[in-house]
Nanobody, 125 residues
Framework: QLQLAESGGGLVHPGGSLRLSCTAS????????IAWFRQAPGKEREAISL??????????RDSVRGRFTISSFRDGAGDTVDLQMDSLIPEDTGVYYC????????????????WGQGTQVTVST
């Protein structure tokens, strides 16, 4: 069974950058749609970026397009999906999750079966 684990969160000043990683075990990420979700304080969790590795397709919510970049790679340790986050703003604060869903999954979290534990990102002075 696919297992996902996020890393790379932390505290950063506005305008700074962070790189989140989602590492997989128990399966290959190109068998799934992989998404990064964000849950801001007091708000519902929402998908902010998707990747369909086999198609080379990447998708972004308007609020992060042009600032965030999703990518994937495979090495001897397995599959990873990264989220490079640049020009961070306080509104990017939240817990970030990676999730895997079957083909056809898109922006609805109910479509996703596999979830990581989340990593906290705080953008603050």
């Amino acid at each position: 069974q696919l297992q996902l684990a996020e890393s790379g969160g932390g505290l950063v000043h506005p305008g700074g950058s962070l790189r989140l990683s989602c590492t997989a075990s128990g399966g290959f990420l190109d068998d799934y749609v992989i998404a990064w979700f964000r849950q801001a304080p007091g708000k519902e969790r929402e998908a902010i970026s998707l990747i369909i590795i086999r198609e080379g397709g990447t998708y972004y919510r308007d609020s992060v397009r042009g600032r965030f970049t999703i990518s994937s790679f495979r090495d001897g340790a397995g599959d990873t999906v990264d989220l490079q986050m640049d020009s961070l703003i306080p509104e990017d604060t939240g817990v970030y999750y990676c999730a895997g869903g079957p083909w056809g999954s898109s922006w609805n979290e109910k479509q996703y079966t596999f979830w990581g534990q989340g990593t906290q990102v705080t953008v603050s002075t």
